[in-house]
């Protein structure tokens, strides 16, 4: 298949992770996927939710925003939190804290904010795999400053999606390849190859298992590439 901007079926589009993107946040990244761009902080407080009091653990959760001007037409803010809002700020929050041992926090809570101020296809999947390396640099905080003494990320995670398009499966797909596909899923998975979420569904017509592996396949390999450039960035 041929897309528009030149990448194979198999090829993640251009990514680039700002560490450290805002001042105040103890973790803080911009991740560019393609055109999509997502602002990940994650800033840490020193209490947890209700269900968490007095039970010596720790809360990771998620809020997720649009810019009005990241689309092509200028979107309302939201003055309450509409279904697909909640449902990938619920997304993003469930992946973080299937990698994280909540004991080993202590009773605080990390909050991640991960803000679209360009959209173009991914935003959700951005905003998981830019929000590991903002969570990597709180927890980073909490050491330094001798708040906790153990890591309590057992290993990185990552999110990419892939679908079918003109009767080919791709992954990473870009807006205007999404808005057309037969299929469209998000993969999210760690880095040892365990799977978090998949969300997926057949547009027109359903699709066969067989179909189902190449792409989860095709998820894992270019999950792989995001991790090591999280990695990359982490180490510089």
Known sequence: MKRKDGRTATQIRPVKLTRNYLQY???S???EMGNTKVICTACVS???PPHKK????????????????????????????KGRTHEIQRLIGRSLRSI??????GERTITIDADVIQADGGTRTAAITGS????????????????IDRNPIRENI????????GGSACIDLAYDED???DVDMNVVMTESGKIVEVQGTAETEPFSKELLDAMLDMAQKGIHVLIKKQKETLAR
């Open 25 to 27: 946040p103890e973790g």
């Open 29 to 31: 990244v911009l991740i």
């Open 46 to 48: 020193e209490n947890v």
């Open 54 to 81: 007095n039970s010596g653990s720790g809360w990771v959760t998620a809020e997720y925003s649009m810019l009005p001007g990241a689309t092509h037409e200028r979107t309302n803010r939201e003055q309450r939190t």
């Open 100 to 105: 994280v041992e909540l004991n080993k926090l």
């Open 132 to 147: 590991m390396i903002a969570l990597q640099d709180a927890v980073k905080y909490l050491l330094k400053e001798g708040k």
């Open 158 to 165: 990552a999110a990419v999606s892939v679908g079918v398009v």
């Open 179 to 181: 808005s057309q596909a």
